[in-house]
């Protein structure tokens, strides 16, 4: 019964995750670009406030595109197909991470449900990070190649590079050690996974409870429940993307290709220095209005899966 569940997990992670990272590539493109280093930023004059007498001071400032700018620019220059660029690497890869990623949650909460308070706030922490630390270490070559194939520009009709070529160009320009660039941004962002789910769960335990409550059983399932999820994954996603977002940034900026970003902290401090703390929340938008939807998306479907197939049983 435990190989059963364990596949189930495996297959409805692996669905919800290619579902969702169809439906929002286009806007995962747009935010690559917005936190690269070379997205084109517009200069734009900014008026300081004296101190004594509150003259106005005109200072020459920067400003990053708009993601309808992005999106337009990238159509206009390189043609709709760019809009889904790195979508073979994240179908390959979005399955089995999201398979891998719900069964190691699945798991790593029936073992710290033996070790701490039952279901409680900890206990979605810690298989939250357990089941990010594993799916990390474990895709991040291919998310690598989905980056950079990203922040590849060619004009329309250039010929452009498939993940095979990226992944050669990689493993013969830097080698194995190229595969993990950007995996230190990764696991600072496992912060982030901690505290969508530790939200999702409490919303979710509230709104079963509500369910059970008014039908008088637990085990039974509305449509109006699987709203009530999405909507709890959503507020869980914005939540936890607003707080964690800065590592997405560094993350980046790690994979781009010869850049002068080696480490996390040395690529956090460079971009605090050159570009401003602003800098750090370039991007979003577009991941919010992306990974919003795409949650809700992911979680829902994931449950419902679950729900279907562990009814047939």
């Not at 005109?58 to 197909?81: C, D, Y």
């Not at 979508?87 to 719900?102: D, E, H, K, M």
């Not at 230190?184 to 996974?193: D, P």
């Not at 869980?236 to 997405?248: L, M, Q, R, V």
């Amino acid at each position: 019964m435990a190989q059963k569940d364990t596949l189930l997990y495996l297959f409805a992670g692996g669905c919800s995750g290619t579902i969702g990272a169809i439906l929002t590539c286009p806007l995962e493109v747009a935010k690559t670009r917005l936190q690269s280093s070379n997205i084109m930023l517009r200069p734009v004059f900014q008026v300081q406030m004296g101190a004594l007498n509150a003259a106005g001071v005109i200072r020459p400032g920067t400003m990053a595109p708009g993601l309808f700018q992005v999106l337009r620019s990238i159509l206009e220059k390189e043609g709709p197909r760019s809009l889904f660029r790195g979508l073979g690497p994240n179908l390959v890869g979005v399955a089995p991470s999201r398979a891998i990623y719900f069964a190691t949650y699945s798991k790593s909460k029936e073992l710290f449900n033996g070790l701490l308070v039952p279901n409680s706030g900890l206990v979605h922490m810690f298989s939250a990070g357990t089941a990010a630390f594993f799916t990390n270490s474990l895709m991040n070559p291919v998310w690598m190649v989905k980056t950079r194939m990203q922040l590849e520009k060619k004009a329309r009709g250039e010929k452009k590079m498939n993940a095979l070529q990226c992944a050669r160009y990689v493993y013969r320009s830097e080698g194995i050690r190229g595969f993990y660039r950007g995996l230190t941004a990764s696991y600072a962002g496992i912060s982030e996974t901690m505290i969508c789910f530790l939200i999702y769960e409490t919303l979710k335990k509230k709104i079963l409870a509500k369910n059970e409550f008014d039908s008088g059983k637990s085990d039974n399932k509305a449509p109006s429940d699987f709203l009530s999820l999405m909507l709890a994954a959503a507020v869980s996603k914005g939540c936890a993307s607003c707080i964690a977002y800065p590592h997405e940034v560094i993350r980046t900026r790690l994979r781009e290709e010869g850049s002068k970003y080696k480490y996390f902290f040395q690529t956090g401090r460079l971009i605090a220095i050159e570009e401003g703390y602003t800098a750090f929340y370039r991007g979003l938008v577009p991941q919010l209005i992306r990974q919003i939807p795409n949650t809700a998306i992911v979680l829902a479907s994931y449950e419902l899966i679950i729900y279907l197939l562990a009814d047939s049983k």
